[in-house]
């Protein structure tokens, strides 16, 4: 008895979904293309929000930015549901492991009082700027055009809310895990004097309608002058101090803002180039919230740092989110 085992090939009538092969043309697509270009629904709306009559239920008009092809506004992380999912367990493992290690050797549990005070008075309120973020985040997902823009924007606005999860869970660290951290910081950032300028900057863009400019407000100027003044001016602050114990809870949040810029720059810098008129309005945009950011921060980095030393952190923290700008085709 003779076996024969002959192999076949069968050639695909198609290789990807017919939406992506008008753009790309018939060949295998990425995960990332799949779930991402040409998804944004376009047609059959049906009727026009009752709450927002001038506009479509999607409509472009929500921002003043034009753009002869919203997906140019690409994600260079190469992010959709799988990866951002299997990416951010992976990293909630590690940081886990991070947080673990911090507790089990009471690395901020058994810091000095003034040291403790410190990261409760100055850390943990943060937590509410993050879940502020969350919801102008959200907002860039819900009123976003395209797929690639808003897709990366609810994931972001996800991440806003570990984040703030992840501040919480540092002050349970500095306070034994008895709670009694959260109250006296919530109370920091509702009635302490210095915080009351980011807070009125967070309310402010609560009620900043266009996405694009609410994109340049909290991702870009926000947080590009906040994370590194907080996570890295202020962490090395308390580390010539009392140690390296708060650089072990904090890395993971210098870490994923350095993963974000990635994003958020090739957002920008796409849009800059886009048009002589998008650009001079993002550069309009950056210039007014930059000023309202740095009045809000200054005399938070004045009560972290110290009257000598935090005008000079928050001027260094500028000079280097300048270079930044100018890397973006943006003026410093």
């Not at 992506?20 to 060949?27: E, P, Q, S």
């Not at 709306?45 to 999607?58: A, C, G, S, T």
């Not at 009471?106 to 403790?116: H, K, N, S, V």
């Not at 609410?214 to 996570?231: E, H, I, S």
Request: charge should be neutral.
């Amino acid at each position: 008895m003779t076996v024969e085992i002959r192999t076949l090939n069968v050639k695909p009538l198609r290789h990807t979904y017919g939406h992506i092969a008008r753009r790309f043309g018939d060949k295998p697509a990425t995960r990332y293309q799949e779930a991402t270009y040409d998804v944004q629904s376009e047609v059959n709306h049906h009727y026009k929000p009752l709450w927002d009559p001038e506009h479509d239920l999607y409509d472009k008009r929500r921002t003043a930015l034009e753009m002869k092809d919203w997906y140019a506004l690409k994600d260079p992380r190469q992010f959709y549901y799988g990866s951002y999912t299997t990416t951010r367990a992976k990293q909630q493992e590690a940081l886990d492991r991070q947080m673990d290690f911090a507790e089990k050797r009471g690395l901020l549990r058994d810091l000095p009082e003034a040291a403790r005070h410190d990261i409760v008075s100055f850390l943990v309120p943060l937590r509410h700027y993050e879940w502020g973020a969350n919801m102008n985040l959200s907002h860039i997902a819900a009123y976003g055009w395209g797929t690639a823009i808003t897709q990366a924007g609810i994931m972001g606005a996800a991440d806003r809310l570990g984040l703030a999860q992840h501040l919480s869970r540092i002050g349970l660290l500095a306070d034994g895990n008895s709670g009694q951290s959260l109250a006296p910081a919530k109370r920091e950032w509702t009635d302490a004097p210095a915080w009351q300028g980011l807070r009125r900057q967070m309310e402010t863009m609560f009620v900043t309608r266009d996405w694009f400019e609410l994109l340049v407000a909290q991702t870009l100027v926000t947080d590009g002058l906040l994370f590194p003044l907080f996570y890295q001016r202020f962490d090395a602050h308390l580390a010539r101090r009392y140690g390296p114990g708060l650089a072990t809870v904090v890395d993971f949040l210098s870490r994923w803002h350095d993963e974000t810029n990635r994003w958020v720059d090739a957002v920008i810098k796409t849009a800059v180039a886009e048009s002589p008129e998008n650009a001079a309005r993002i550069q309009g945009w950056v210039a007014h919230w930059r000023h309202s950011s740095l009045a809000a921060l200054a005399p938070l980095a004045e009560a972290m740092l110290g009257e000598a030393d935090g005008p000079a952190a928050l001027a260094s923290v500028d000079a280097d989110f300048g270079a930044r700008l100018t890397r973006l085709g943006l003026a410093a």
